[in-house]
Nanobody
Framework: QVQFVESGGGLVQPGGSLRLSCAASGFTFIMYTMNWYRQAPGKERELVASIGYTGDGRTYADSVKGRFTISRDQAKNTVYLQMNNLKPEVTAVYYC???????WGQGTPVTVSS
């Protein structure tokens, strides 16, 4: 059974940082590209960042380039999203997903507000 358990979200002030984690199970983690998505209130879910199965091939949405960093720990079957210099417009629920795997976790909410 495929599972994604996201954690690390919360309320943070503008300019602050958060590190999101996603623990994956139920599939061969090291063989899949991993992705972070987000869904803001009233908006469609969008792709934020991706990382290839070897840890190379990182890509980012233009809106987060230079502020977000995606990484993965193959031994822990975990993917991370380091988010720095946070702005209110990144407020959303963040989800991780493996490319080609039709399953979503519950997500972790991120709120950036003063």
């Amino acid at each position: 059974q495929v599972q994604f358990v996201e954690s690390g979200g919360g309320l943070v002030q503008p300019g602050g940082s958060l590190r999101l984690s996603c623990a994956a199970s139920g599939f061969t983690f090291i063989m899949y590209t991993m992705n972070w998505y987000r869904q803001a209130p009233g908006k469609e879910r969008e792709l934020v960042a991706s990382i290839g199965y070897t840890g190379d091939g990182r890509t980012y949405a233009d809106s987060v380039k230079g502020r977000f960093t995606i990484s993965r720990d193959q031994a822990k079957n975990t993917v991370y999203l380091q988010m720095n210099n946070l702005k209110p417009e990144v407020t959303a629920v963040y989800y991780c997903k493996a490319s080609g795997v039709d399953s979503w976790g519950q997500g972790t909410p991120v709120t950036v507000s003063s």
